[in-house]
C-alpha cells in the first residue's frame, strides 16, 4: 500500500517537474512602434589607388537619417526586424586635387594640384535615398533606451545628387587669390544604384556603427573600383 502510494505521489508531481519554465513577458505597450535613425560618420573609399586615397582628408565625413519601423517578434520580443527610408550622405574632401566630374573623357579625371592653384576647400558629394533593412537584438525589449543593442542590416539607394564644390583658391604657394566658390552637378561617372551591409551595437540611445558598400561608387570602366565605407555614431531609441 505505502509503495502504491509513493508511486501515486511521484506521477502526480511529474507534470510540474517536467513542465518547461514559460518565457517572461513583456510589455512592450508603451515601446515605440516607429523612430528616427541618425548617423553621423567618418567616410572612407576602398580600393582607391595611392595617387588618390593619398589626397582624401581624414575631415570626410556622412550624415544618414531614416524614419524606422520595429516589429518586434513575437516568440521571443528580444529580437525585431525594423525598415524605413531615408536619406544617406556622404562628402569627401581632397586635398590639392580636382575631381573632373563635368569632363566628357570616358575617363574620370582625377587631377592633382600641387604645381598650380587650388582650392582650400574641396569635395565630391553625393546623395542617396534609402530603404534600410536590420535585424535588431536589444538585451531589454521594454526599455531599449536602458539596455544593450545590436543589429545587423542592408540597404539599397538611389542616387539623387552628385557634385563637386571647391572654395577660396589659392595659388601654389599657398596664398589665397580669389574667394569664389565652384561648383559642378552631374550624375554621368556614378553608379545611379547602390547596395550596403551595415552593422551596429552600442547602449541605449547610443551605438557605434559600421557600412559597407557592395557596389562601386563609380561606373564600369570610369574609374577604379572603389567603395565607400563608413564608420560612426548613431543616434536612436532602437
Do not use: C
Not at 526586424?81 to 574620370?108: D, H, W
Not at 554621368?188 to 557605434?208: E, H, K, P, Q, W
Amino acid at each position: 500500500m505505502r509503495k502504491l502510494l509513493v508511486i501515486i505521489i511521484v506521477f502526480a508531481a511529474f507534470p510540474a517537474f517536467a513542465q518547461t519554465p514559460e518565457k517572461p513577458k513583456y510589455n512592450l505597450a508603451d515601446r515605440a512602434a516607429d523612430h528616427i535613425l541618425f548617423q553621423v560618420s567618418s567616410d572612407h573609399w576602398a580600393g582607391a589607388p595611392d595617387s588618390i586615397d593619398s589626397r582624401i582628408s581624414d575631415l570626410s565625413r556622412g550624415g544618414n537619417i531614416y524614419i524606422m519601423l520595429d516589429k518586434p517578434f513575437k516568440g521571443n520580443p528580444k529580437m525585431s526586424f525594423a525598415f524605413g527610408v531615408g536619406v544617406g550622405t556622404s562628402s569627401i574632401f581632397f586635398k590639392r586635387m580636382l575631381v573632373q566630374i563635368e569632363s566628357v573623357n570616358p575617363i574620370l579625371p582625377f587631377v592633382s594640384l600641387d604645381t598650380t592653384s587650388y582650392f582650400k576647400k574641396y569635395k565630391l558629394a553625393t546623395t542617396f535615398l534609402e530603404v534600410p533593412l536590420e535585424f535588431r537584438y536589444t538585451s531589454n525589449p521594454e526599455n531599449p533606451n536602458r539596455a544593450f543593442k545590436a543589429a545587423i542590416g542592408l540597404k539599397g539607394g538611389l542616387l539623387l545628387n552628385a557634385h563637386t564644390k571647391g572654395k577660396t583658391l589659392k595659388n601654389s604657394a599657398g596664398t589665397v587669390t580669389n574667394n569664389y566658390t565652384q561648383k559642378f552637378l552631374t550624375k554621368s561617372y556614378f553608379n545611379t544604384s547602390r547596395f550596403a551591409a551595415t552593422a551596429r551595437v552600442g547602449y541605449g540611445l547610443f551605438s557605434i556603427f559600421g557600412a559597407y558598400n557592395l557596389t562601386s561608387l563609380f561606373k564600369d570602366g570610369v574609374a577604379a573600383d572603389m567603395k565607400l565605407y563608413q564608420v560612426g555614431l548613431t543616434v536612436s531609441g532602437l
